[in-house]
């Protein structure tokens, strides 16, 4: 008898162990945490958890409101519409979720309205970017983490190197010292991928910075941080696409989560076809639908749940952590609708927050569509603030390289910025030499200084916001055609053992040192001058390889010179350029202190670029 009453006590403490592994729980809500006082009172929780699509849910938490309960063809998803009123104060909201008998408990984060203001980017900026993998591995401990597929292989240009969040905020006083006041990051967040996870362009969970570079906290750190040096910080987000290894993937949200193919189907990249008049639907449900790569799903941002979980993490990022900018990586590749309300949603919440839109076109009328307040022939308007001006990039890849002609050579400047007229606000445009998609704009150069020079006088006295390259400063080299890895090489000095130091000039070579003291020195100069981050723009046609323009306001007028001539030495005369110099007597030349006492004729050196105060 004491044995079957043993052995029945077994069988029920077995059938309470079955109770308990098969009750329910609750894995993930996202957003995970919200805020009082928004402007848009609504937020839509994603509720995942095993058949939690079949729970009812209701809170008392006073001055929020459930208006609706969204579920999707999967059980273990719930979206919850929640209202956030005003008079609603800073707490955990409680989530009773009740199916018959079954009841669970959730505590919801409802935060305190940020405070901080927003500032956001603009032509008094100079944005360094910088790929977190390839900075400065301040941590060696966080190289490898237990379940992070890739481990660090530096000796793979495309595997991971072990850069973190750490090695920035270890040289944060290199950064500002520099003359740079902000720092856009390449992707940070989780991309636990089996490869090519370093350039972050993989995500596999929007709501955590990878632990290879650190914690949530620590990058609220690094913004403090920077805050306090007064650098600004812009991060990367990708709408577009996901990582194959993201969560949804196991048990996606909806079967039209993102976009299905009976086979793995690409994109064609053409991203003309959304304005193109005449273009085929195929070709436009291509581009928008098709996958970025193997590895990188497609989202269906035509699906509003998909739509509203995007733009509530990127608000959330500027919510939770004070960022200043978000740089949206392949802009034109989702739904451009969806796109265009999220930027207005952003921008309604946080006006001063900057937006800059990858749009990857060699044409300017294609990239000026996407322009703030363009008004399209098609109805479309963007609400993006700024795009990225890939045409000036292309063209000063190429301009400094090439004999003059009517089109070519530093024709090439002056008729791109001819056609500015296509954009409501071409100020607006992130301009650049290189990224970390493009040749280092050195190597492009040949290895040429003087060339190089010639070029960062022109993109950072030109109209625009300026966008520079790590190592570019010391003329960092990376050729495409050998793979991107190589574009994104290890800064020096950011590993322990590093022979070359560029954080310290340790072991520099007299190019490289050249190269940053010009640029520091340039960099510097901009800093300050206002006539050059908002004074208009005077452009003379260029003749036998020299370029002139002038940036003037009231007050004051800078006058450049790009001779593009290999050989000759150029007189610049007062007659020409009359309409700039007129009522001015003389001019110091920025870079190297030299005064010029007789505007009314003087010459400039062959491959070189003066930049000329006038009084
Ligand atoms: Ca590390």
């Known amino acids: 008898m004491i044995k079957l009453l043993r052995h029945l006590a077994s069988f029920v403490l077995l ?50 409101t459930i208006t609706t309960l969204v579920k999707t063809d999967n059980q273990n998803y719930l979206f919850i519409n929640l209202e956030i009123g005003i008079q609603a104060l800073p707490g955990n909201i409680v989530l009773n979720f009740v199916r018959g ?18 500032r956001g980017f603009n032509t008094s900026d100079v944005i360094y970017l910088l790929m977190p993998d390839r900075f400065s591995n301040g941590d ?12 660090a292989d530096r000796s793979n240009p495309g595997g991971r190197h072990g850069g973190d969040l750490k090695g920035i905020s270890d040289h944060l006083d290199y950064i500002k010292d520099l003359s740079v006041t902000g720092i856009w990051f390449n992707p940070f ?10 350039h972050g362009y993989s995500i596999t969970d929007f709501y955590r910075v990878d632990p290879r570079y650190g914690t949530n906290e620590d990058f609220k750190t690094l913004v403090s941080k920077a805050h306090g040096m007064n650098l600004k910080l812009m991060m990367d987000m990708i709408f577009n696409h996901i990582g194959s290894g993201h969560w949804w993937m196991k048990d996606l949200p909806s079967k039209d989560w993102v976009h299905q193919f009976s086979t793995f189907t690409r994109t064609n990249y053409r991203a003309s076809t959304y304005m193109d008049p005449y273009a085929a639907k195929a070709d436009v449900d291509l581009m928008e639908k098709g996958w970025f790569d193997v590895t990188m799903p497609d989202l269906n941002q035509s699906n509003p749940l998909v739509e509203n979980y995007l733009i509530q993490n990127s608000l959330w990022w500027i ?13 034109p590749y989702p739904d451009k609708n969806m796109m265009s309300r999220w930027a207005k949603r952003v921008t309604r919440e946080f006006p001063e927050f900057f937006i800059v839109g990858e749009v990857w076109y060699q044409q300017e009328a294609l990239t000026a569509y996407w322009a703030l307040n363009k008004v399209n022939t098609d109805g479309y308007r963007s609400n993006l603030p700024s795009v990225t001006d890939f045409p000036l990039s292309l063209a000063a ?42 040749t280092r704009f050195f190597t492009r150069t040949g290895r040429r200084l003087d060339i190089y020079k010639m070029a960062l006088s022109f993109i950072l006295t030109t109209r625009g916001i300026p966008q520079f390259y790590y190592g570019t400063e010391i003329a960092m080299e990376g050729d495409k055609s050998m793979g991107d890895g190589y574009l994104r090489q290890d800064f020096p000095g950011g590993w322990t053992g590093d022979s070359k130091n560029a954080f310290t000039g340790a072991n520099l070579s007299s190019t490289e040192k050249e190269a940053y003291v010009f640029t520091r020195k340039l960099l510097n100069w901009r800093k300050d001058k206002e006539v050059i981050h908002t004074g208009k723009l005077k452009q003379f046609i260029p003749e036998n390889n020299l370029y002139v323009y002038f940036r003037y306001n009231d007050r004051e007028s800078v006058m450049v010179i790009l001779n593009n001539s290999e050989n000759e030495t150029r007189t610049i005369t007062r007659e020409r350029y009359f309409e700039g110099l007129n009522g001015f007597a003389r001019g110091t030349d920025v870079m190297t202190g030299r005064e010029i006492n007789d505007l009314g004729s003087f010459t400039i050196s062959p491959k070189t670029a003066m930049i000329i105060e006038l009084k």
């Open 319 to 331: 919510a939770s952590f004070g960022i200043d900018g978000i740089r949206m990586d392949t802009y």
């Open 397 to 438: 890849g190429s301009a400094f390289n090439e004999p003059d002609s009517w089109t070519d050579g530093l024709a090439r400047f002056y008729l791109i910025l001819s056609q500015d007229f296509l954009y409501p606000d071409p100020f607006r445009n992130v301009i650049f030499l290189d990224n970390h998609d493009l």
């Open 101 to 118: 008998k079954q009841k669970l408990i959730y505590n919801y984060p409802l935060l305190p309205h940020p405070d901080g203001p927003v």
């Open 189 to 198: 967040l989780e991309n636990n991928q089996q490869a090519s996870s370093y």
């Open 15 to 64: 059938l309470a162990f079955i109770r308990v592994a098969s009750a329910q729980k609750i894995d993930r809500v996202e957003p995970p945490s919200w805020f009082t006082g928004m402007k848009d009172p609504s937020v839509q929780l994603m509720v995942y958890g095993r058949e939690i699509g079949s729970y009812d849910v209701s809170t008392s938490y006073p001055g929020v």
């Open 140 to 151: 060696p401990s966080n190289d490898n983490v237990e379940g992070m597929l890739e481990k």
